[in-house]
């Protein structure tokens, strides 16, 4: 059974920094695209940063230059470090792996950026 689980989210201030982690089972996610998605109230899910197979990463203008994407296959684990967080950040995150067999999604973990 594959599971992706989220953890790392939290209440920040505005300039402030989290690490988000998805640990996975199941599934051995270096043979996978790895993304992380976001949602906030009465908005769409947004993709925010990938990382490929190949361990190239891209990520939505609006957080490039702020946000990490990482990958560490021993722990079969990615990351998004994110930095100088702003109250347009907050939304729920989730972790998505998906190749040609099939696209998994975690449970999401609520990030909020307020002061």
């Known amino acids: 059974q594959v599971q992706l689980v989220e953890s790392g989210g939290g209440l920040v201030q505005p300039g402030g920094s989290l690490r988000l982690s998805c640990a996975a089972s199941?599934?051995?996610?270096?043979?996978?695209?790895m993304r992380w998605y976001r949602q906030a109230p009465g908005k769409q899910r947004e993709l925010v940063a990938t990382i490929t197979s190949g361990g190239s990463t891209n990520y939505v203008d609006s957080v490039k230059g702020r946000f990490t994407m990482s990958r560490d296959n021993a722990k079969n684990t990615i990351y998004l470090q994110m930095n100088s967080l702003k109250p347009e950040d907050a939304a729920v995150y989730y972790c998505?792996?998906?190749?040609?067999?099939?696209?998994?999604w975690g449970q999401g973990t609520q990030v909020t950026v307020s002061s």
């Open positions: 199941g599934i051995t996610l270096s043979r996978y695209e």
């Open positions: 998505n792996a998906r190749n040609v067999f099939g696209s998994y």
